[in-house]
Nanobody, 123 residues
């Protein structure tokens, strides 16, 4: 089992930045590929981006590429989502997820999920 806890959410003005940590506990963090997803009001949960277990490969949704960066600190067992140039359409609940190998957009491949953290971007 892997337990995931997101934090760092809050309110920010459009154009601003926010960093979301996701703390992992349980099985060794370094064995899992990780990803961020989000659910905007009235919409389905969608893929934001993912990172391989090694941290060397990443993948991003087109809507956030160039603005968001995913990283992981193995020593701290923590995944990060750095969000820059935020837009009102980035308003959502953000979830981190862990998988054995995949870091892509297929949600069924992620058996472990956090509870989510709310990000609100005001225009």
């Amino acid at each position: 089992q892997v337990q995931l806890v997101e934090s760092g959410g809050g309110w920010v003005q459009a154009g601003g930045s926010l960093r979301l940590p996701c703390a992992a506990s349980g099985r060794p963090f370094c064995r899992y590929a990780m990803a961020w997803f989000r659910r905007a009001p009235g919409k389905e949960r969608e893929f934001v981006g993912g990172i391989s277990w090694s941290g060397r490969e990443t993948d991003y949704a087109a809507s956030v590429k160039g603005r968001f960066t995913i990283s992981r600190d193995k020593a701290k067992n923590t995944l990060y989502l750095q969000m820059n140039s935020l837009k009102s359409e980035d308003t959502a609940v953000y979830y981190c997820a862990a998988a054995g190998r995949s870091y892509g957009p297929i949600q069924d491949e992620y058996p472990y999920w956090g509870q989510g953290t709310q990000v609100t971007v005001s225009s």
